[in-house]
């Protein structure tokens, strides 16, 4: 399989894996951030929010958009990918109370420590994520592979 396809193909089971998510599972809360990479050079910032959403459970379901900005409105198509929930756990650095009005809990605690968890096994597993590296993503399409790679391995395997 050619490497183009084989993005193009990783992509699209991701998208179509967090479809059937959504359908299949009532959801309660998510918990959500967003951390910084870059793609090309050191002055083209990208973005990769994540967020873990809650089944009536209690299981993990893991889902993450990388995006150019980090603005009111990349939050908001996030939020389209995402199941619906009651309420979110986020921190204070983004305006979330701009998306999610009341249903946004911004405070620190197990839920925090719950996402930073996830961010430290995305920077352990993706070099491109990695704190003060050299490395970085050479295009965002490398990097959106790089990361459907890992949230279905997440969803799929636990």
């Known amino acids: ?42 002055s083209n910032k990208n973005y990769v929010w ?12 893991y889902f993450h958009r990388l995006s150019e900005r980090r603005t009111s409105s990349e939050l908001f198509e996030f939020d389209l990918d995402l199941p619906k929930v009651e309420y979110f756990f986020c921190d204070e650095a983004f305006s979330y109370d701009k998306i999610y009005g009341n249903a946004a809990i911004q405070e620190k605690g197990a839920m925090t420590n719950r996402i930073e968890n996830l961010n430290s096994q995305l920077r352990d597993k993706i070099a491109y994520l990695v704190r003060r590296s050299k490395a970085h993503a050479k295009s965002e399409a490398w990097l959106n592979f790089k990361l459907a790679r890992f949230f279905i391995n997440k969803n799929l395997g636990g």
């Open 50 to 61: 994540t967020a873990m959403a809650y089944t009536k459970r209690g299981k993990p379901f």
């Open 1 to 42: 399989m050619a490497l183009k396809q084989k993005i193009v193909s990783t992509t699209e089971i991701y998208k179509d894996s967090i479809t059937r998510i959504k359908e299949a599972f009532p959801f309660v809360y998510s918990v959500m951030d967003v951390l910084f990479t870059f793609v090309g050079k050191k």
